[in-house]
Structures are given as C-alpha cells and as structure tokens.
Nanobody, 121 residues
Framework: QVQLVESGGGLVQAGGSLRLSCAVSGNIFSINVMAWHRQAPGKQRELVAAIASGGSTNYADSVKGRFTISRDNAKNTVYLQMNSLKPEDTAVYYC???????????????WGQGTQVTVSS
C-alpha cells in the first residue's frame, strides 16, 4: 500500500504565501506524475499543478506566475509554493500521485486526505 501525507495548509491573508508538502511512502518502485488538485465548496475538483518525473510542469491558468510545483525524488515528496494568494484560492488542496509498484507493469493512482487553505480578504 501507498500513503500520502500532506502538510502546510492554513489561514493566510490575501497577498500572503503558503507552502504545501506531500510525502509519499510505501510499496513504491517509481513515481510518475505528482500533482496538486483543489476543490472549493460547491465546485468541482480541479487540477492546480502537475510535475512529471523528469521535471516538466503544467499549471492551471488561474495560478500561473503565482504557484510553483516542485519535487524531491530522493524524498518522494512534492511541494506547492503558493504566493500572492487570493480569496478565490480558498479550497481543500489534494495531493495526487501515480505510482508503479515493484514487480508490476501497472501504475496506481493515489490521493491524499486533503489540506484546507483559506485566504481571507
């Protein structure tokens, strides 16, 4: 089994910054994509940012220039640095990763439990 442990959420004023972390552990041979999604009340879950094993990144238009996703492959950890936060960034943020278990050809999709980010105006 694979576990994802998220940290770093909280309450911040508009214009402030937060850094989310997600550590992946367990039965892992390799980790493919690592990503952050978010879900605001009454809205669908949306992709915020993703980073491939080689380091290429993808961002939602709404966060480009403000958020930065990075990963430490040695620690199996993905980060989301969030700057210039806006009230509309308020949501539960979920870590998501695609993992290849040892001795298999398949890839499994895992989600974290979510961490609340609240941005006050």
């Amino acid at each position: 089994q694979v576990q994802l442990v998220e940290s770093g959420g909280g309450l911040v004023q508009a214009g402030g910054s937060l850094r989310l972390s997600c550590a992946v552990s367990g039965n892992i041979f390799s980790i493919n994509v690592m990503a952050w999604h978010r879900q605001a009340p009454g809205k669908q879950r949306e992709l915020v940012a993703a980073i491939a094993s080689g380091g290429s990144t993808n961002y939602a238009d709404s966060v480009k220039g403000r958020f930065t996703i990075s990963r430490d492959n040695a620690k199996n950890t993905v980060y989301l640095q969030m700057n210039s936060l806006k009230p509309e960034d308020t949501a539960v943020y979920y870590c998501n990763t695609i993992v290849k278990p040892p001795s298999t050809l398949r890839f499994d999709n895992y989600w974290g439990q979510g961490t609340q980010v609240t941005v006050s105006s």
